[in-house]
T-cell receptor
Framework: AQKVTQAQTEISVVEKEDVTLDCVYETRDTTYYLFWYKQPPSGELVFLIR????DEQNEISGRYSWNFQKSTSSFNFTITASQVVDSAVYFCALLDSNYQLIWGAGTKLIIKP | DSGVTQTPKHLITATGQRVTLRCSPR?????VYWYQQSLDQGLQFLIQYYNGEERAKGNILERFSAQQFPDLHSELNLSSLELGDSALYFC????????????FGPGTRLTVT
């Protein structure tokens, strides 16, 4: 069965700390895609990154970085030097071959000033 | 702003009633997806349309239906509403059906009283 697990329900850090959000997935598909989305308090879902199963290169975008490891079925997200504006709920999702996005439960990130 | 628009932003209605949620995808996007986000169920995929045709179905109740029109906008119809249907309903769009990232609208918050 396809599944995405975000074990961290809530994380609270002080501004400027680095923080890593964990995502573990399960799939039998050999080709699949992984995503991260951000949901700030305003409610909209903002696309952050897409990664396909045959590209294990890590990705860095400014203060954001992603570590994809097929061996452990993980796709973790790190924010470096966190800022208050990073406070949001972050979702990891798996797109399977049936065109369905399967979502993790989300991790609520609180950045304290 | 993702370019996906949804109306109305808020909807309050009574049990047993019927409502229609509307979505306009980003310019050029052919695929539209509907999702439900509730506190107990999290984010769930409901249904997907591609260029007017239904492509995938998720956890959509029989009381719910959707369609995509020739101008590519989509409507989600919810009937015989129950208290448990209260949720945030998102529409998303993507250029093609798979596997590109989906861009989400601001959502419609439905409250059933």
């Amino acid at each position: 069965a396809q599944k995405v697990t975000q074990a961290q329900t809530e994380i609270s850090v002080v501004e400027k700390e680095d923080v890593t959000l964990d995502c573990v997935y399960e799939t039998r598909d050999t080709t699949y895609y992984l995503f991260w989305y951000k949901q700030p308090p305003s409610g909209e879902l903002v696309f952050l990154i897409r990664r396909n199963s045959f590209d294990e290169q890590n990705e860095i975008s400014g203060r954001y970085s992603w570590n994809f490891q097929k061996s452990t079925s993980s796709f973790n997200f790190t924010i470096t030097a966190s800022q208050v504006v990073d406070s949001a709920v972050y979702f990891c999702a798996l797109l399977d071959s049936n065109y369905q996005l399967i979502w993790g439960a989300g991790t609520k990130l609180i950045i304290k000033p | 702003d993702s370019g996906v628009t949804q109306t109305p932003k808020h909807l309050i209605t009574a049990t047993g009633q019927r409502v229609t949620l509307r979505c306009s995808p980003r310019s050029g996007d052919l695929s539209v997806y509907w999702y439900q986000q509730s506190l107990d169920q999290g984010l769930q995929f409901l249904i997907q349309y591609y260029n007017g045709e239904e492509r995938a179905k998720g956890n959509i109740l029989e009381r719910f239906s959707a369609q995509q029109f020739p101008d590519l906008h989509s409507e989600l119809n919810l009937s015989s509403l129950e208290l448990g249907d209260s949720a945030l309903y998102f529409c998303a769009s993507s250029v093609v059906e798979y596997p590109y990232e989906q861009y989400f609208g601001p959502g419609t918050r439905l409250t059933v009283t």
